[in-house]
């Protein structure tokens, strides 16, 4: 692999500890689900628009594959988002 290859998936996995550690953060000052599945539901109404435009925009140059990247790293926050909501969920909160 070549240092480009190396770098983005080292990249994809920093977001997708970046959404772990926000569902961490919002697990510990709040109980609302709307809070802690923000980036999860935002990035799930961007991701479509995004491969729209990919598809079916008039896109030159390197913009698809610009979209398709910015694509994979949306992915990346969305299931380190729920992976870290579903630990978290199941840690049992001694603050009551």
Known sequence: ???GTLR???LLVLLFLAGGIYSF???LF????WVRFLPTLLSLLLIPYLL?????????GFMPLAYLLFV???AAVVFGN????LI????PNKRT
Do not use: A, H, P
Request: without cysteine; aromatic residues 18%; charged residues 20%.
């Open 88 to 91: 978290f969920r199941k840690i």
């Open 1 to 3: 692999m070549d240092t």
């Open 72 to 74: 994979f790293m949306l």
């Open 52 to 60: 729209y435009q990919t598809y079916f925009g008039n896109l030159e």
């Open 82 to 85: 729920l992976v870290g909501n």
């Open 8 to 10: 983005l998936i080292f």
């Open 30 to 33: 709040t109980k609302n689900k």
């Open 25 to 27: 953060i919002s697990s």
